[in-house]
């Protein structure tokens, strides 16, 4: 094979792939419509049953006359025999032969049209029977696809929310995880502090009761407590007592 008749075979493909999609696509659409055309034909032939139905009663009106002619001829002939008249009996009976030709014929055409108009009404039983089966599988079909697309709206509606939460929760968990990082590099910062100034030093002075702090409630009562004479002006607490003094001779005014 060419590559040009396989390409050509590739377009007549591609070309069939694409119909046999729009027709998937508008299944219910063509159903429709095909429903409708089924529903014309039938209507169509319901009118060309009329007309039949019509010709036969036609034709039947004609063999009644016919039949009531040949009644009236038989008598004539009767009549004329009884009469001796032959030639008159043999006229008429020329005349009843064409009546009977002619009514065998309408017998046979009403034959014919009552045969066609059977046929017709089983048809027509029968086209309506699938129809009205078509219409009620159409029905089923599109309440189906009315719940199925439903069904994929909620489906879709309830996926987006999930994934809505999920990204708000990673969020959020994102947002945490840089808090406490945070956290930790401002309690890395103050340790950090503290060991290189002179805060964890002063801390340590302290606790080993070498520095006493003046603003110290307990020192400032037991200062009240005790006479001034009766202070001892040695060790750490001491040099507290004489930077307070130091400072109250510097800013006392009325000395």
Do not use: C, W
Not at 32 to 58: C, F, G, P, Y
Not at 116 to 134: D, H, N, P, V, W
Request: aromatic share 2%.
């Amino acid at each position: 094979m060419s590559i040009l008749a396989k390409i050509f075979t590739l377009f007549r493909g591609t070309a069939n792939e694409a119909g046999q999609a729009v027709v998937d696509k508008n299944a219910i659409r063509i159903l429709d419509q095909e429903l409708r055309d089924s529903t014309s034909e039938l209507a169509k032939s319901k009118q060309e049953l009329t007309k039949v139905m019509a010709q036969r009663q036609l034709a039947a009106n004609r063999g009644s006359a016919l039949l009531d002619k040949r009644r009236e001829y038989e008598g004539y002939v009767q009549g004329a025999l009884a009469k001796g008249d032959e030639g008159l009996a043999r006229e008429v009976a020329t005349k009843l032969s064409d009546v009977e030709r002619d009514l065998q014929a309408e017998a046979e055409n009403v034959q014919s049209l009552d045969s066609s108009i059977g046929s017709l009404k089983t048809a027509i039983r029968s086209t309506e029977t699938q129809l009205t089966r078509l219409k009620q599988q159409i029905d089923t079909v599109k309440a189906t696809e009315a719940v199925q697309r439903a069904q994929s709206a909620v489906s879709a509606r309830h996926s987006g929310a999930n994934s809505k939460i999920g990204t708000a929760l990673d969020s959020l968990e994102r947002i945490k995880q840089r808090q406490e990082e945070q956290g930790a590099r401002f309690e890395a910062a103050h340790q950090l502090e503290q060991e290189t100034g002179d805060g964890d030093l002063k801390s340590r002075l302290a606790q080993a009761g070498l520095v006493h702090d003046a603003s110290n409630v307990d020192g400032i009562l037991e200062r009240f407590r005790k006479p001034q004479d009766a202070i001892v002006l040695d060790g750490p607490a001491s040099a507290d007592a004489q930077k307070l003094l130091a400072a109250e001779s510097l800013f006392d005014k009325r000395k």
